[in-house]
């Protein structure tokens, strides 16, 4: 079993960590439990550059780091979390064009399986857009276009849209994306097999759609710095390979190949619910259409979100299972459960101490999260943190719904179990 996050970005894409390396994208893939992560923005000339410089074959389709990059900064790898991690060329492209008399802004990632393709690819799109301004290029390229420029690069190349239902950048989002695949990608429709929950939305909403039924759904962490990295995942079985992964979804079985995905919450996602972020109005989609679709501060309208495009799109109720249905893992990044229990920012001194920790003790943070058992965690740890994991793992946690571009707030324990534990550090 292997776990793949292949969507994220470098250094060169705006509104990313200056830390998005290779180096250190090795490192945290090791720390999350990432087998195999994507390169990102192989489409920027310097990153691409920096891709032949660093990698190496590996198995096939996919490259590993040279020893004497991951020297440089192997040493703050825990020893437990240690392994070999593999790269696969990607990129993520922004398409903004117009069709059916309506801009359309869509993101869709692309695979590649050598540096060949992904050659043949960016001489196909320097001409269409500046590939140098931003390493997740904007392009007036159609989507059904860059499929068919994707396509011609190698029989293995495929593209999968990204987060399909964000509202502002996908392909079924209620601002800039269409009702159907077959408006999107129209005669080269049968050539997208998988697509991406993305952080708003998960399995369960997507198999409402029956048009969605011929697809697989994979999740990607979207990371912009190397600690997201693997906050969504899928998970795959049999050889670590590109044409493997490439089988798996283009022609699944059932039980075998692609096996599953590591999902966010989908409330915890930034468009989740409808609202208006300036106003810190946080609407469920009843209120909206009850509000007429204006935003009670100002009288503009809301950004709609994911829960209620999948309303307004679905053909069957909550519940049903798409004939390619996989089972999904619904968790909270680690960092989140031990800031919760203890009562403290993420970023605090404190929880990233325990976070490493805990990391140093048990695994890397995909094990913990999944399959450590929770004697193991409440011996090393405490009640309190064994006690997080389980609820996260079983679903007992509550989520303030994250709206318009705003994430979800989280709460595993109550004010009142915190006051319990305050009094009984005190008696004692």
Excluded at 7 to 24: G, I, M, Q, V
Excluded at 131 to 138: H, M, T
Excluded at 157 to 163: D, E, N, Q, T, V
Excluded at 285 to 290: C, F, L, S
């Amino acid at each position: 079993m292997f776990y793949t996050d292949l969507h994220l970005h470098s250094h060169y894409s705006r509104a990313t960590s200056k830390n998005l390396d290779l180096e250190h994208l090795n490192l945290w893939g090791q720390i999350k439990g990432i087998n195999i992560a994507g390169t990102g923005d192989f489409t920027h000339p310097a990153w691409f550059k920096e891709l032949k410089e660093k990698l190496e074959p590996a198995e096939e389709g996919l490259f590993k780091l040279k020893n004497k990059f991951i020297k440089t900064n192997q040493s703050e790898c825990p020893k437990s979390c240690q392994a070999d991690v593999r790269f696969m060329l990607t990129v993520e492209i922004s398409n903004i064009y117009k069709r059916h008399d309506k801009v359309r802004k869509v993101h869709n990632v692309v695979c590649a399986p050598s540096f060949q393709a992904a050659e043949k690819i960016i001489a196909r799109l320097d001409k269409i857009g500046n590939l140098k301004s931003d390493g997740r290029p904007i392009l007036g390229l159609d989507s059904r276009n860059l499929l068919e420029i994707v396509l011609e690069s190698d029989p293995l190349s495929y593209l999968i849209p990204a987060h399909i239902w964000t509202p502002w950048f996908s392909v079924l989002g209620s601002r800039g994306g269409f009702n159907s695949l077959e408006e999107a990608f129209g005669d080269l429709t049968d050539q997208i097999f998988a697509l991406e929950t993305g952080l708003s939305s998960d399995p369960l909403m997507n198999w409402r759609l029956s048009q969605l039924d011929k697809c697989v759904l994979v999740s990607n962490g979207d990371a912009h710095s190397p600690p997201k990295l693997g906050r969504e995942a899928t998970i795959f079985d049999g050889d670590m390979s590109y044409t493997a992964i490439y089988n798996a979804l283009k022609y699944p079985q059932k039980n075998k190949g692609l096996i599953g995905t590591i999902e966010f919450y989908p409330e915890e996602g930034k468009y989740h619910y409808d609202g208006c972020r300036n106003c810190e109005q946080r609407l469920h989609p009843r209120q909206t259409i009850e509000l007429n679709g204006k935003c009670p501060g100002c009288g503009k309208a809301v950004t709609v979100g994911v829960m209620a495009r999948v309303e307004e799109l679905a053909d069957y109720p909550e519940g049903r299972k798409s004939p390619n249905s996989r089972p999904y893992y619904s968790l909270i990044p680690l960092t989140e459960i031990i800031a919760d229990a203890k009562g403290m920012g993420q970023a605090s001194q404190a929880v990233q101490t325990l976070y490493f920790e805990m990391l140093n003790r048990l695994g890397n943070e995909i094990y913990i999260l999944r399959e450590c058992p929770l004697e193991r965690i409440q011996q090393s740890f405490g009640d309190k943190i064994a006690e997080g994991i389980d609820r996260v793992r079983t679903g007992k946690i509550e989520i303030a719904a994250g709206y318009d571009g705003e994430y979800g707030k989280i709460k595993i324990f109550s004010s009142q179990e915190r006051e319990i534990v305050k009094e009984q550090l005190l008696l004692f």
